[in-house]
């Protein structure tokens, strides 16, 4: 009878999930299947649901139940009915032969670990199906260390079935709530309190992008995590790297880490309550200032996670903790991924333009690609549901499974705290709602009743903007474009929008600007940086200071930065080719970043002045280009991503280009090692005029068209009285295109444009098809529209024959 009702955690696997839930069999299959592959899972024991039946019945409650459910659908009085249910169980006893059971495995279980407590955790028979996530619809009890505690945690879990927010979830998905038990894990207490805890995806969860890891971390105990309660540290780890051995971090990002739920001591308390065994205290500044993980954890982590998703053959969702006392990482919980996996194949694009702008009220971290107006409604909590009308946006603190019944209502929602793999994001990526989280300070900006617009742009970044703003919504098909015989590119800036638009049907990135990762993620002056002692204003000092917590060296800081930023966007791209120009901001835009004014000079012109490939060589500014280098040199030799090519831009002289390869060859980049090619701009007079030249010393050519423009016709592009003379479609601006063209072609190396002319000016596709131009790079939200007209253009362009 004792099997019937309880397990050992390691001899339950996959296959029965009828009797122990989804979460337990997950759990119990990683001890049997993975163990021996180095991964730590906490073991236990599993109730079975015939223990919760035997409980039911042994108590004459289940006919009770049925009767409570099924008025309940009736008459839709689903609080009033989840609560009479769980009292019910609350009030009922554990049978004598249940109880005794549970005891004596727990006694065992307490001779063979010397840590005596443990998490008692729902699972649901239904649980954690591929088809749907019941996760966080059950209670989980943490820090149980007695017999008494014990039984009354699996008592609290066999209630925890009818909460509203489960009930609804079982309505909403069509199950019969008599069909569905619930088994409970009695697990080893993993001390996370005195270290950190958090979750993983095996992909990107905000896009889908399945070719990385996606780690959070925080201080403390896991809930704070997966209730929101915190904006966590967030880590993107490249499969690829983890596979061949390289460097496999693409970014770090430091959260707030705001909270540390760790275990409250001397509370005796006869009123037991999860609230009565932990307490939610306030993160110290030092901790707040590092990373919960260190790299070689967040590699091991995610080395585990790609074996996890080996064994179960698909995406998953992933719970870790560290134990504070023996310093080991453990996985305690697995899940198939519910979202994204589930989405029919192919690209769907769905573009949102926003017509208007407005005042900006907050920002934060922005779930899915998606523009929303309408009224605020700040709720504190889920009980003031009746407060909120259908399709409102709401705005409160944190969300957590018991605010699911009430998101079903909703628009949007922005939060104070949380991060990307928070509660919030979770439940708008499903019901498909934008969701902007870790505002800091939504609730107190943002006005009950007022008229906002939610804009989340499909990367990370979300903004809230004061009253309703005009957007165009409109459906973009890929699924049946035709490519062109030349090569369509990406011109992007970005790496958190770097995912997203890899699904883009494109051959690569023709430009990334690296000037958005240097204003964006380091926001410091690398001279400022190179030479932190000479820094002359205290003020600018300690700002840096402030950004570069620990860092003992500032120089790594913008190495480390600018590494992680465009490793993410040769990784979202791999193994199609990612062109990179190296830093080409003008002096007036370099004195704006930290300690920049003390570094650069004042010049009349900018535009005509010290920028591009003159500063790397000139002593002004060499030792922050020796930066940019070795940046460069770390996605391409550590970390494999050899499909990135880099560009010199603004190089005025075949001399001047020879300096700064020799500068790059000092720093480890040398043409052709390791494959590297290095492409100039065409965008000087004196590039098109001597670029048989120019094609000797360098692998390729792009030509910058807005510059080449400018300056063959003496035009500044920013003018507004000469607006109407800066034309692209000038005889003399494609004269110089031309010639570049054809002296490309004649040294036989690549050459492509970047800019909207293309698709804008249909004629101007088909003068550049004509030419013979190899690629041309668009914005994305261009591409398809670029891919159309290059089409069109190779389709009416007669190209020359040869006479028979």
Known sequence: MKNEFILPLEAVDIHQVGIVGGKNASLGEMIQKLSSQGINVPGGFVLTAKAYWHFLDQNDIREKLVRLMNRMALETNLHESSKEARQLILEAEIPNDLSTTIIDHFRIFLTQHENGQVAVRSSATAEDLPEDSFAGMQETYLNISTEDELLL????????????????YREDKGYDHMLVALSIGVQQMIRSDLASSGVAFTLDPNTGFNKVVAISASWGLG???????????????????????????????????EKTMIY??????????????????????????????????????????????????????????????????YIVQARPETVHSQRSGGFSLKEFELLSMGEILVKGAGVGTKIVSGKARLLDSPEQIDKLQEGEILVTHITSPDWDPIL??????????????????????????????????????????????????????????????QWEER???????????????????????????????????????????????????????????????????????????????????????????????????????????????????????IGGKQFEPEETNAMLGWRGASRYYNK??????????????????????????????????EEEGKRVLAIMEQNGLKRGENGLEIYV???????????????????????????????????????????????????????????????????EIPIGLCGQAPSDHPEFAKFLVKEGITSISFNPDAAVKGIE??????????????PE
């Open 153 to 168: 945690a699996c008592k609290h879990c066999y209630a925890s079935l009818f909460t509203a927010r489960a009930i609804k």
């Open 223 to 257: 809930e704070n995590i997966v209730k929101g309660e915190v904006t966590p540290d967030e880590f993107c780890v490249y499969k690829k790297g983890l596979l061949t051995g390289e460097k496999s971090i693409l970014s770090k990002k430091k959260g707030s880490k």
């Open 264 to 329: 409250a001591t001397g509370s005796e308390n006869s009123d037991w309550s999860i609230a009565s065994k932990t307490i939610n205290q306030d993160t110290p500044v030092s901790k707040r200032q590092m990373f919960a993980l260190e790299d070689e954890e967040i590699e091991k982590l995610a080395h585990w996670c790609l074996l996890i998703e080996k064994h179960y053959g698909g995406p998953m969702d992933i719970e870790w903790a560290k134990d504070g006392l023996d310093g080991q990482l």
């Open 408 to 469: 079903k209502k909703v628009s949007a929602i922005i939060t104070d705290r949380g991060g990307v793999t928070s509660h919030a994001a979770i439940i708008a990526r499903e019901t498909g709602a934008a969701a902007i989280v870790g505002t800091t300070n939504g609730t107190e900006v943002i006005k009950d009743g007022q008229l906002v617009t939610v804009v989340c742009d499909g990367s990370s970044n979300g903004v809230v903007y004061a009253g309703a703003l």
């Open 475 to 593: 459906d973009v098909d890929t699924s049946n474009l035709k490519m062109p015989e030349i090569d369509v590119m990406l011109i992007l800036a970005d790496p958190e929008q770097a995912f997203k638009w890899s699904f883009l049907p494109v051959d690569g990135v023709g430009l990334v600007r690296i000037e958005f990762a240097i204003s964006n993620s380091i926001q410091i002056h690398p001279m400022a940086l190179a030479h932190f002692d000479a820094v002359n204003d205290p003020e600018v000092k300690a700002r840096i200071e402030e950004l570069t917590i620990g860092y003992k060296d500032k120089k790594q800081y913008f190495v480390d930065q600018l590494s992680q930023s465009i490793a993410t966007i040769a990784a979202a791209f791999d193994p199609r080719e990612v062109i990179v120009r190296m830093s080409d901001f003008k002096t007036n835009e370099y004195a704006h970043l």
């Open 620 to 653: 002004g500014y060499k030792d922050g280009f020796d930066l940019e280098c070795q940046a460069m040199k770390i996605v391409r030799d550590k970390m494999g991503l050899t499909n990135v090519k880099l560009m010199i831009p603004f190089c005025r002289t």
């Open 681 to 747: 701009m065409v965008e000087v007079p004196s590039n098109v005029f001597c670029a048989d030249a120019f094609a000797e010393i360098f692998d390729g050519f792009s030509i910058g068209s807005n510059d080449l423009t400018q300056l063959i016709l003496g035009v500044d592009r920013d003018s507004e009285m000469l607006r109407e003379l800066f034309d692209i479609n000038n005889k003399a601006v494609k004269r110089a295109i031309s010639a570049a063209i054809l002296a490309a072609k004649n040294a």
């Open 789 to 802: 007209a290059i089409r069109e253009a190779e389709m009416n362009v007669q190209m020359p024959t040869t």
